[in-house]
């Protein structure tokens, strides 16, 4: 999930806490944050069907680039703004952390791993956050009953991937989890660092301008690697072109 729709999570939470009329309808909330949860979980199973055609890291590439090259003249006609260089940093960083380490590790990872155990392993990306909100300078120190989700989220994730003796389920790539790992921690560093970072007042923008950063930073790393040579598109297949299509227009 990237920074901008867990932006979209806590506004929807501040308002039904401040809307007696929503939080008197609990299953408009609950189908809300089921239909958050279906588009992004769906994600997953685009990004397999896209490596099938795609090298893994221009997956990522296209699909954000090509968001940000439309989203961004919109929203900058729309919102009238100028971006300051500093809030050209932060989206750099943060399109660096969300987008070229985070969802590039998990287009890199899903040649590995199944994408239901890669949704279940970037939904770490929680914990993550509040260990690193805690040890940031200045952090937040979590309530006690927090710790304990942390400990018990950490030994479920150990049971999930560790030995078949341990978790009673067959071995998962460990090259995969571990793309996996770091890119959920380079996701949840991001999505702190884009709370305290200088982002674009209007978070649409921010998303666009993060976007372009993260798109060019993937095409460039799928250059170097030897991606972009090995990509043909005279056999991508049309159901990775339909996933393709699909990762563009549900980025944001």
Known sequence: MSAS??????????????DPHASSNPTV??????A????????????????ESFPPLLVAGIRHLTFG?????????????????????????TGFLLLAMGNGGVCLAEERVPSGIAALLV?????????????????VRPV???????????AGLALLVGPKELGGS???????????????????????????????????????????????????????TGEIGALHLATVSTRSWIAISYLIFSAR
Not at 29 to 34: E, H, M, V
């Open 5 to 18: 729709e867990l932006k979209s999570v806590d506004s929807s939470k501040a308002t039904t806490t401040h």
């Open 29 to 34: 909330l609950l189908a809300a944050f089921a």
């Open 36 to 51: 958050v949860y279906v588009i992004w979980g769906s994600t997953f199973l685009a990004i397999r069907i896209g490596d």
């Open 69 to 93: 090259l439309i989203a961004f003249p919109i929203l900058l006609w729309k919102t009238k703004a100028r971006p300051t260089w500093a809030e050209w940093r932060a989206t750099t960083v």
């Open 123 to 139: 939904a770490t990306v929680s914990l993550w956050m509040v260990l690193i909100d805690w040890l940031r300078p200045s952090g």
């Open 144 to 154: 006690p009953r927090v710790i304990v989700g942390l400990v018990l989220g950490f």
């Open 170 to 224: 067959g071995r998962i790539d460990p090259v995969g989890v571990a793309i996996l790992g770091v890119g959920s921690f380079a996701w949840a560093c991001g999505s702190i660092y884009a709370k305290h970072g200088g982002m674009p007042s209007s978070p649409l923008l921010g998303s666009a301008m993060q976007s372009l950063t993260g798109g060019l930073i993937l095409w460039i790393v799928g250059g170097f």
